[in-house]
């Protein structure tokens, strides 16, 4: 049998880490991996456990008409995002999985090339090793010379460095993409946590970006982050209907489907946007915090306007201030795990309980 050439699992580095942080009289405050902590909300579990969890059947895989219009009502609602048919939304078993395997889904493999941020979540490169295409790291858009590049990778708000893609950014890759027949897949699961980004970031199918025309356009949304579902497993794609609808076939001959409590689920957390916009304060209080208890500490904070993390420095090498920290109590994630221009960085993620933020930045205050 062969073995599939993947990296190690990064988080797994961190095992040494992790046992000075615990070993910490004031105990760990974990702060290296973005897995909620809050509650999940009350009409988000009674849906769960509602008439669907009594259904005997396989669910669909394209998931219900109202669930799908339900979705394009909140993208609009939420994101500004007008004109999506709801045929062209696909629920998906959380957003990861399509990261990982997108590229082999749209039938991507040796010869091609996928071209993932400088600074990524490290499931985009798995992603095109599953596939067995090439990758390529860059945000200018000319590393990929005379490579097929089939897909291109967006992220804003990104994971790691919360940085926000001006419009104009992302109109670039979008036409620099559709010259050249590939395929743009905007990593979203961050949109709805818009921090205080001034303009709130864009979806690349808002028409400020894409001209009201999803042709060659994916957007990737997942509800762990805005709505605490991240042990529900689940989240959608939409855009392109002559792409979605290619995904849909395949994921039908393959089994990928969200089980049917897990959309009714999904369908009442697309359908409310007071719980999201809760978290989202929580996390944006817990930011400040952070930041300013960081910054007490010497950190520089770099981008950090959106999303789930702030990205941080000492000037020195990542897992020197890994280190550091960790004698401190808390664990956070090394930049080298996004890439090699984050090795003078680390991310510091803002889910922990308000108890365990409040800990660390008293801990901060006193180096």
Same mark, same amino acid.
């Given at each position: ?163 926000? @893609?001006? =419009?104009?950014? /992302?109109? *670039? $890759?979008?036409?620099? +993409?559709?010259? #050249?027949?590939?395929? &743009?897949?905007? %990593? ?29 356009? @994916?957007? =990737?949304?997942? /509800?762990? *982050? $805005?709505?605490?579902? +991240?042990?529900? #497993?689940?989240?959608? &794609?939409?855009? %392109? ?44 209080? #817990? ?81």
């Amino acid at each position: 049998m062969t073995r599939l050439d993947l990296p190690d699992f990064p988080w797994d580095s961190l095992a040494p880490a992790r046992e000075r942080a615990t070993a910490h009289p004031g105990g760990i405050v974990d702060l290296s991996v973005g897995t909620p902590v809050d509650a999940v909300p009350e009409l988000l579990r009674d849906a769960l456990a509602g008439p669907a969890a009594l259904e005997p059947g396989y669910p669909t895989t394209h998931g219900p008409a109202p669930l799908r219009e339900a979705i394009v009502a909140s993208l609009q609602r939420r994101f500004g995002v007008a004109g999506i048919d709801p045929v062209a939304v696909l629920p998906t078993i959380g957003s990861k999985e399509l990261v990982a395997w997108l590229p082999t889904l749209l039938g991507l493999g040796s010869g091609d090339t996928v071209v993932i941020p400088e600074l990524a979540y490290p499931t985009y490169e798995v992603g095109a090793r599953l596939a067995g295409a090439a990758y390529i790291r860059s945000d200018g858009l000319t590393a990929a010379g005379p490579a097929r590049v089939g897909l291109v990778w967006l992220n804003s708000p990104s994971n790691p460095t919360g940085r926000v @893609l001006p =419009v104009e950014h /992302l109109r *670039k $890759v979008v036409a620099w +993409a559709r010259e #050249r027949g590939a395929v &743009v897949a905007s %990593d979203e699961c961050y949109l709805g946590l818009p921090g205080d980004a001034d303009p709130a970031p864009r979806s690349v199918l808002h028409p400020d970006v894409s001209d009201g025309d999803p042709t060659g356009l @994916l957007a =990737v949304h997942s /509800l762990s *982050k $805005v709505s605490n579902l +991240a042990g529900y #497993r689940t989240g959608f &794609v939409t855009g %392109d209907p002559a792409l979605v609808a290619g995904l849909l076939e395949v994921r039908k001959h393959a089994g990928m489907i969200v089980p049917r409590p897990v959309q009714a689920a999904l369908q009442a957390a697309v359908s409310d946007d007071v719980h999201v916009a809760e978290q989202a304060a929580r996390y944006d209080a #817990r930011r400040e915090r952070l930041r300013a208890g960081l910054e007490k500490a010497g950190l520089r904070i770099e981008h950090s306007q959106a999303g789930l993390y702030l990205w941080a420095s000492e000037g020195e090498q990542c897992r020197t201030t890994v280190d550091r920290l960790a004698d401190l109590g808390i664990l956070v994630a090394p930049g080298e795990f996004y890439g090699p221009a984050g090795a003078r960085h680390v991310r510091v993620a803002l889910t922990a309980a308000d108890e365990r933020i409040d800990a660390a930045v008293e801990r901060l205050g006193g180096t």
